[in-house]
Structures are given as C-alpha cells and as structure tokens.
T-cell receptor
Framework: EADIYQTPRYLVIGTGKKITLECSQT?????MYWYQQDPGMELHLIHY???????EKGDLSSESTVSRIRTEHFPLTLESARPSHTSQYLC?????????????FGSGTRLTVV | KNQVEQSPQSLIILEGKNCTLQ??????????LRWYKQDTGRGPVSLTI?????NTKSNGRYTATLDADTKQSSLHITASQLSDSASYIC?????????????FGRGTQLTVWP
C-alpha cells in the first residue's frame, strides 16, 4: 500500500473558487512532485520540490502554486478555479532524483470545475 | 514529438491469453526505464525498473525486456486476468540533469475480457 496520500479523491467545484489539493507522505522523502494528467495523455510535471522551503515549476505551465513547509506535506493551490483546470492531479515522492529508489505516486485527485 | 512512444494505444484480449506491449524511446543519456500499471482513477503503481545493464526483469506474470542499443522495451503479460485491465505506462529517466527528468509515454489501455 502506497505511503503517499492525496485528498480529496474527487472534487467538483464552481468557477472562481479557491481550492487546495492535499498531498502527504510518510516515507521521509525529500523530493516531491505534482503531475497533471488528462485522459489518454502522458503525465506532465507542473511542480516539484527538493525539500523544505524549496519549490520549482515543472515543464507544463500551470496557474497553480505549491508550498513545502514540512517535509511530509506538499499542497497544491488554485486561487481561482476555471474549467480549463479540470484534470487529474497526481502527487509523487522519491528518495532521490528522477527514478531513484522509492518513486511512489499517490492515488490522485480528479478535479472538475463547472 | 514525445520521446517515449508506446504501442498499441489500446488492446483487448481474452482472459488467460498472453500479450506484449511495446515502448520505443529516444531519451538520451539513458538512466533507467520503468513500467507502471495505472488503474482507472488511480495513481500509477510500479511494476518493474531496469537500468542500462539489465535486459530483462520479472514481477510475477509481468516480464519486461530492454534493448538499450535499439532503445526498445516490451512488457509481456502471461495468463492475463480480469484485474490486468488497466493502462500500462512506460517511463524513461535521463541522467542529463540534476532532476533526473522523467519522460512518460501515453500508455497502452489493456482490456481483458472474460
């Protein structure tokens, strides 16, 4: 069973609302990542973190923001949700860079903005 | 053009049959290649990981092969079960950056019929 948890699993929200997607891991991993995935498409990296107080933007431009105040917690926030933000958001963590030991994904949050 | 191409895009087989999924990549310099299984609405779960020096890796009924010279990998599933119905994603990591960037294929959607 994965030791990385995402909440909520599903979220339907109105346009203009502020939302925060939660991601927590209990493995003590320094590296954490957020991916966006549309149906039938590959995962795209939108944010990553090397450790506490470290955050970087990924390959895919995103209007979301992230924070890393604690090692185990890496929340993603959308200040004003739009229908174009509808997607699946996957959080992951790893011991080392790239596909090193223990690269693990959470179960994802399916976001629908109406 | 995606640096990781998977084929076929989708596949339907009968329960108990074998199948082989293909992955071709152009990522360079190569670090490792991993096959993931992603159930609908869930996060990817790792099946196998192979480095440059490994040409085959098994995990139960799943056997992955890697030809680093031709930059091809395959995932063979033996005696398929209904629970094998999922998307199978090929992920390649490079070692050309500190992040160890991951390149994702779009996946092969496998459906196993009774």
């Amino acid at each position: 069973e994965a030791d990385i948890y995402q909440t909520p699993r599903y979220l339907v929200i109105g346009t203009g609302k502020k939302i925060t997607l939660e991601c927590s891991q209990t493995m003590g991993h320094d590296k954490m990542y957020w991916y966006q995935q549309d149906p039938g498409m590959e995962l795209h990296l939108i944010h990553y973190s090397y450790g506490v107080n470290s955050t970087e933007k990924g390959d895919l431009s995103s209007e979301s923001t992230v924070s890393r105040i604690r090692t185990e917690h890496f929340p993603l926030t959308l200040e004003s949700a739009r229908p174009s933000h509808t997607s699946q958001y996957l959080c992951a963590s790893s011991e080392s860079y790239g596909m090193g030991n223990g690269y693990t994904f959470g179960s994802g949050t399916r976001l629908t903005v109406v | 053009k995606n640096q990781v191409e998977q084929s076929p895009q989708s596949l339907i087989i009968l329960e108990g049959k074998n199948c082989t999924l293909q992955c071709n990549y152009t990522v360079s310099p190569f670090s490792n290649l991993r096959w993931y299984k992603q159930d609908t609405g869930r996060g990817p779960v790792s099946l196998t990981i192979m480095t440059f020096s490994e040409n085959t890796k098994s995990n139960g009924r799943y056997t992955a092969t890697l030809d680093a010279d031709t930059k091809q990998s395959s995932l063979h599933i033996t005696a398929s079960q209904l629970s094998d119905s999922a998307s199978y994603i090929c992920v390649v990591s490079d070692r050309g950056s500190t992040l160890g960037r991951l390149y994702f294929g779009r996946g092969t959607q496998l459906t196993v019929w009774p």
